[in-house]
């Protein structure tokens, strides 16, 4: 397998099932949007740029990924999902008053998909680079821990 394969789609030297994997980003946009609508997540007020606690969801469920040697790819859309969470209950839950289709309609506009998928694409390579850096070290430790324990 190429590195750029790897790393975009991650490897897994254990063979265990990647479908799994597959259901984090749905899951967490539930989760999020979830904690919003239950108030266990709440918007700063004002103009928000970045849902902190939809990201914050996301950066660690895509570092926790990527540590399991999950790809680049799966951190970005995990990322992702959880700020669209956060984007679905402003529009959808959060617009009382407005028609049902104005307020899907506002959710996915191509402007704000966008955004929040620039948003995603930064916050999800940092959280992969730092799982995969975790990953690195803990391997190195074991390592390390191994030799040792040779001699």
């Given at each position: ?21 597959l259901l984090v980003p749905p899951l967490l946009f539930l989760v999020s949007l979830a ?23 996301g950066v660690l469920a895509a570092a926790v990924l990527a540590y399991r040697r999950a ?68 391997d190195e430790l074991r390592d390390r821990r191994r030799d040792a324990s040779a001699e």
């Amino acid at each position: 397998m190429s590195l750029a394969r790897r790393v975009l789609l991650g490897s897994d030297p254990n063979g265990s099932p990647r479908r799994r994997r597959l259901l984090v980003p749905p899951l967490l946009f539930l989760v999020s949007l979830a904690a919003y609508a239950l108030g266990l997540f709440a918007h700063a007020g004002g103009v928000v740029f970045l849902a902190v606690d939809a990201a914050t969801l996301g950066v660690l469920a895509a570092a926790v990924l990527a540590y399991r040697r999950a790809g680049i790819a799966l951190a970005w859309g995990t990322v992702y999902g959880a700020l669209l969470g956060s984007n679905a209950d402003h529009y959808l839950l959060g617009l009382p008053g407005r028609p049902l289709g104005e307020r899907v309609a506002a959710l996915v506009e191509v402007d704000g998909l966008v955004f929040v998928g620039v948003e995603a694409l930064a916050l999800g390579t940092v959280a992969w680079i730092a799982g995969a850096v975790a990953r690195r070290a803990v391997d190195e430790l074991r390592d390390r821990r191994r030799d040792a324990s040779a001699e």
